[in-house]
Nanobody, 124 residues
């Protein structure tokens, strides 16, 4: 069992930056691939970024590539999402997720555990 708790969301102006954190419980954190998804009001949940268990591979949605960076610190059981050059269309609830088994990094169906989410609002 893994419990995930996100933090770091908030209100920021367009062009600004935020860093989200996702703290995981359990000693098996390093066994899980991790990802960030987001969901805006009235829209479906969408993939943002993912990172392999070792941190050696990362994956990004085209809409955030070059602006967002995912990283992890296995010693701290934490995954991060550094978000730069934020746009109003990045406004959403951001959730982290953990994946133990094989399956697409890009599909929410592949993930076993989810956090409660943190709100990110980007004003124009």
């Amino acid at each position: 069992q893994v419990q995930l708790v996100e933090s770091g969301g908030g209100l920021v102006q367009a062009g600004g930056s935020l860093r989200l954190s996702c703290a995981a419980s359990g000693r098996t954190f390093r066994s899980y691939a991790m990802a960030w998804f987001r969901q805006a009001p009235g829209k479906e949940r969408e993939f943002v970024a993912a990172i392999s268990w070792s941190g050696g591979s990362t994956y990004y949605a085209d809409s955030v590539k070059g602006r967002f960076t995912i990283s992890r610190d296995n010693a701290k059981n934490t995954v991060y999402l550094q978000m730069n050059s934020l746009k109003p269309e990045d406004t959403a609830v951001y959730s982290c997720a953990a994946k133990y088994h094989s399956g697409s990094y890009y599909s929410s169906n592949s993930y076993d555990y989810w956090g409660q989410g943190t709100q990110v609002t980007v004003s124009s």
